[in-house]
């Protein structure tokens, strides 16, 4: 059974940093590009970042980028997303994500919440 | 970037009812699209990719069709399980994009 589990979530002060990790089991996890989605309260869902299997690639959305990086440890099947900057509007549920073929997100882990306020 | 527009943001439907959210990128899209149902307080689920292909578990009264720019999801028997929020999503070039959500409602 496919198992994500995210962590590092919490209260940050505006401008501060936060690194997420996503704990992955079930599956051949270097196998597999995986991505990070948010949800701010209340709000639609955000792709934020993505990266390909081999780590060699990564992709961001243009509300985080030069402020965000996705990374990943294929030795320890663990993703992770570096948060830089922090600003209020950062404030979301943040859910790690399993690709499928490039193109959807197959499998989600029950999230992390981010609060950025002072 | 490809911004996906849902129509429409909210549905008021009864159970049996036929039900039919819209789905529309900005360009075309082949038929890279998914779509996913949220519950309160839960993780996204997908039920339909690559438009019209069902995931396994999911319900046959779930369909999607579409191609290039228009996609529709439909719900052949609306259930009561059924009540949450849809959203459609693409990936082009490596960027992907949700749309904004249509949350369905039990008349």
């Known amino acids: 059974e496919v198992q994500l589990v995210e962590s590092g979530g919490g209260l940050e002060n505006p401008g501060g940093s936060l690194r997420l990790s996503c704990a992955a089991s079930g599956f051949t996890f270097s196998g597999y590009a995986m991505s990070w989605v948010r949800q701010a309260p209340g709000k639609g869902l955000e792709w934020v970042s993505g990266?390909?299997?081999?780590?060699?690639?990564?992709h961001h959305a243009d509300s985080v980028k030069g402020r965000f990086t996705i990374s990943r440890d294929n030795s320890k099947n663990t993703l992770y997303l570096q948060m830089n900057s922090l600003r209020a509007e950062d404030t979301a549920v943040y859910y790690c994500?399993?690709?499928?073929?490039?193109?959807?997100?197959?499998?989600w882990g029950q999230g992390t919440l981010v609060t950025v306020s002072s | 970037d490809i911004q996906m527009t849902q129509s429409p943001s909210t549905l008021s439907a009864s159970v049996g009812d036929r039900v039919t959210i819209t789905c529309r990128a900005s360009?075309?899209?082949?038929?890279?699209l998914a779509w996913y149902q949220q519950k309160p307080g839960k993780a996204p689920k997908v039920l339909i990719y690559a438009a019209s292909t069902l995931e396994s578990g999911v319900p046959s009264r779930f369909s999607g069709s579409g191609s290039g720019t228009e996609f529709t999801l439909t719900i052949s028997s609306l259930q009561p399980e059924d009540i949450a929020t849809y959203y459609c999503q693409q990936c082009t070039n490596y960027l992907c994009s949700f749309g904004q959500g249509t949350k369905l409602e039990i008349k």
């Open positions: 994500a399993k690709d499928r073929h490039g193109s959807y997100f197959e499998n």
């Open positions: 360009q075309s899209i082949s038929s890279w």
């Open positions: 990266i390909s299997a081999s780590g060699g690639a990564t």
